[in-house]
Nanobody, 115 residues
């Protein structure tokens, strides 16, 4: 029974910051990360981190967002700084099961950046 619990979304003005959290349970995960989807757009990777702390960022967020993780707690955090209007989207937590890379998804949390 894998469960992902997300928190931290909200409304912020451009230039501001938000911190997203995602706690996963029910399995051991190879990686966890965040994807986002804006209205009318495809879902895209924002950032991901493996158990070995290998990190991948989308080019659009490099230098502004920082992902970190706590393996013992199956928790990832996304610190989002210098937010822009184009960051507005629903952000989804993703977790890949270690033994088979099966994807689990959170319900999504809305991030709205006003200009």
């Amino acid at each position: 029974q894998v469960q992902l619990v997300e928190s931290g979304g909200g409304l912020v003005q451009a230039g501001g910051s938000l911190r997203l959290s995602c706690a996963a349970s029910g399995s051991i995960f190879r990686s966890m990360g965040w994807y986002r989807q804006a209205p009318g757009k495809r879902r895209e990777l924002v950032a991901a981190i493996t158990r070995g702390s290998i990190i991948n960022y989308a080019d659009s967020v490099k230098g502004r967002f920082t992902i970190s993780g706590d393996n013992a707690r199956n928790t990832v955090y996304l610190q989002m700084n210098s937010l822009k209007s184009e960051d507005t989207a629903v952000y989804y937590c993703n977790a890949k099961v270690l033994i088979n890379d099966y994807d689990y998804w959170g319900q999504g949390t809305q991030v709205t950046v006003s200009s």
